[in-house]
């Protein structure tokens, strides 16, 4: 397609947008009137020709558009809400949690988790279980399905392993009022503890020049400069630190490993054709893992 054509094809779509917007405006929202009745009709004669049209012709991104939900249809006229946890029926019954269930545990038996057939449970239910089957219960694979894709899903996997390295997944059992979960959570803390007691030395002289002595609990992230857009939004919103911030924070005046230069990086370099670069990704690693940094690495294939 010459550049001319392209110019061409791209004002008619823009054009085909902004006649969809105008005449889907909803008007005035402090009207008296309402909103416009001819939205039906535009809906039937302007917008659905126009999704089924990119529908057939789209490309160039990873959407699948050839889709039929003839068969599960009659779900679009309910409030189907698997709110809450999966594994917990709630108040609202108007759900497909048994069916999530199943699939949590089929992914589980495929990724070879341990004891992946968990049933719905009354949280009261475990109060009365014994400590052998309690301790069963909790080893048993969790997880829900996504509402909201991709991103949903970088989320969730980074909160665990943010989590996870902090050593938070000690206080799984703090709710549970029984001698085992009380004995776990006790040696829990003896343990977080006694790897924090050594965790700060100051510097003689300078109070608020602080070196780390261990920083087993001060993950460090790496993702590409590649990676998708969520990614940097959730390691702010979970506060975990990335090369350049964990270096400022730590290592005032230490030089980046990658090119001996002052100015660390947020992100991992890129190749021209997207991919990791490797040696600067085992630079940096080494670099955290050597002064005792868990570390978080992000490897997105082919999208979000």
């Not at 416009?36 to 039937?44: F, T, W, Y």
């Not at 659905?48 to 160039?60: H, I, R, T």
């Not at 980074?158 to 959570?185: F, M």
């Amino acid at each position: 397609m010459s550049s001319d054509t392209y110019t061409k094809t791209l004002s008619a779509e823009e054009k085909l947008v902004r006649e969809i917007e105008e005449k889907c405006n909803l008007g005035n929202p402090w009207s008296t009137n309402g909103l416009p009745n001819s939205h039906d009709h535009v809906l039937e004669t302007v917008l659905k020709p126009y999704l089924e049209k990119k529908a057939k012709n789209f490309c160039g991104f990873q959407a699948n558009q050839k889709m039929d939900f003839s068969d599960i249809g009659f779900a679009l006229n309910m409030h189907i809400n698997n709110i809450g946890d999966a594994y917990q029926e709630g108040s609202f019954r108007c759900s497909t949690k048994a069916v999530e269930r199943n699939v949590v545990s089929y992914f589980s038996k495929l990724w070879g988790a341990p004891n992946p057939g968990r049933t719905s449970v009354n949280p009261e239910d475990i109060k009365q279980l014994t400590e052998e089957e309690r301790e069963a219960f909790f080893e048993e694979a969790w997880g829900y399905t996504l509402a909201m894709g991709s991103t949903e899903g970088n989320l969730y996997a980074l909160r665990t392993a943010r989590d996870y390295l902090k050593g938070k997944y000690h206080n799984t059992l703090q709710d549970v009022p029984n001698s085992h979960g009380q004995r776990l959570n006790s040696l829990a803390r003896a343990k977080r503890d006694d790897s924090r007691a050594n965790l700060y030395s100051t510097v003689e002289g300078d109070e608020d020049q602080v070196r780390f002595k261990y920083h087993k609990t001060e993950p460090v992230i790496f993702y590409s400069a590649s990676s998708h857009y969520s990614i940097s939004k959730i390691k702010d919103l979970l506060e975990i630190y990335t090369p350049d911030v964990a270096a400022k924070k730590f290592y005032k005046g230490e030089k980046c490993p990658v090119d001996n230069s002052a100015i660390w990086p947020t992100k991992v370099p890129s190749h021209i054709d997207g991919t990791t670069n490797i040696e600067s990704l085992a630079k940096l690693v080494k670099f955290f893992t050597d002064r005792g940094h868990p570390v978080i690495i992000c490897c997105n294939y082919g999208t979000t």
